[in-house]
């Protein structure tokens, strides 16, 4: 059984992240999508109306034999993976600017939990500006994020912000 945690903030989901669980779902039998419940930050979406999007945008892949689950986490990744027995994170990497971040992640993980090994997936090249901040930020000043974020994502922040 390769079990894998997919952690994030996911304010929101973006195409980038939905195009790295689509490239991680050959890989392993079961990828937790394990939204972060950061009581330091005032997110746009809570914890659950995040979780619930997630749910509904995933209902529409496909998934093949890989079993997608949607849960919520506090405190360390690597202590959530250990405690789902999962042997893997999943990250993805945008650009050589996500390297240096990633790679502390990945090595602070590694020493908390040994047995959980973090991939790295390149998220393809049209997301490779594509951040939740950013857009975030864009919608918020009237800009076009059309392609950029799942629909539902982007009904859920127009209702949000008017
Ligand atoms: O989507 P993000 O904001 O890039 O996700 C970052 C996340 C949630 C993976 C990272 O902040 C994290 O793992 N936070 C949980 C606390 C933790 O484990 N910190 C130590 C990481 S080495």
Do not use: W
């Not at 059984?1 to 689509?22: C, E, Q, W, Y």
């Not at 330091?40 to 529409?60: A, H, N, W, Y």
């Amino acid at each position: 059984m390769r079990r894998a945690i997919f952690p994030g903030s996911f304010d929101p989901l973006t195409n980038g992240h939905l195009d790295v669980i689509k490239r991680s779902l050959p890989l392993f039998d079961e990828i937790i999508i394990a939204v972060l419940n950061n009581p330091d930050k005032t997110p746009l979406f809570s914890v659950e109306e995040r979780c619930l999007m997630i749910e509904q945008i995933l209902c529409g892949i496909k998934n093949g034999d890989c079993r997608l689950i949607v849960d919520s986490f506090s405190g360390l990744t690597a202590h959530f993976a250990k405690a789902k027995h999962a042997t893997a994170i999943v990250r993805g990497i945008r650009a050589v600017s996500d390297y240096e971040y990633e790679l502390r992640m990945a090595l602070m993980n590694r020493k908390l939990e040994p047995t959980v090994e973090t991939v790295f997936l390149m998220a393809a090249e049209e997301y490779s500006y594509v951040s939740s901040d950013l857009m975030k930020q864009v919608f918020r000043l009237g800009g076009r994020v059309e392609g950029l974020i799942p629909e539902l994502v982007e009904s859920k922040m127009r209702e949000k912000l008017k």
